[in-house]
């Protein structure tokens, strides 16, 4: 599941994203270990929202890294929300649904997908990060991160994900050391799905 936002699950601490409008998240900082925060996110939007596929996502986000990183776990957890009030748990198929990722290599592993949209939007996320200068794979060494409304075009996907239906989830991605296990940020955001067309996510 995480193909899309895990590149950006790097640059949070914890903390809690909320879709407030159509056009942008917002998040609310909460408590974190002091000792092994290595990551503080400043503000972040992304729009439109929900997001419909295929179609235009916009980025802006500003961000510390605050120690240097050298190997990093992303442990995805999505779950739907229904309108009954349930939260559905989407498990891992694949690399898509509630599954860790290595998000040292994200980017590499996205251009070298097996499937054209996931090596198409590794492109553009690589151009993104060239574009400013920074991080692409471990070490992650100390620096600020800025991305202003940066925009990333999202294709009509494969059917691959249509276990994936439309509707609104929530997202929590734990970062964590593989070696000590200690936590090095997290976050969790809402956010609502809309195909344009029979096919197409932002998880493809």
Do not use: W
């Amino acid at each position: 599941m995480g193909e899309g936002l895990l590149v950006f699950g790097i640059c949070f601490r914890c903390g809690r994203v909320s879709t407030l409008s159509l056009h942008f998240i917002s998040y609310s900082k909460t408590a974190t270990d002091k000792v092994h925060q290595a990551l503080r996110v400043n503000s972040v939007s992304v729009s439109p929202m929900p997001l419909v596929t295929p179609g235009p996502l916009h980025i802006s986000f500003d961000a510390d890294v605050l120690q240097r990183i050298d190997l990093a776990i992303l442990n995805f957890t999505l779950t739907r929300d229904t309108a009954l009030g349930a939260h559905v748990h989407v498990p891992c198929i694949g690399t898509l649904g509630s599954c860790p990722l290595d998000g040292c290599s994200v980017v590499d592993d996205l251009r070298n997908g097996s499937r054209e949209a996931q090596r198409d939007l590794g492109r553009q996320l690589k151009a993104m990060f060239d574009s400013i200068g920074i991080f692409q794979s471990c070490p992650i060494q100390i620096q600020h991160v800025a991305v202003t409304n940066y925009t990333i075009n999202i294709p009509a996907l494969s059917s691959a994900v249509n276990f994936i239906t439309d509707g609104d989830y929530t997202v929590k991605v734990d970062v964590r050391d593989p070696l000590s296990s200690s936590s090095l940020g997290c976050f969790e955001f809402s956010a609502s799905i809309k195909r344009a067309k029979a096919s197409g996510f932002l998880f493809g």
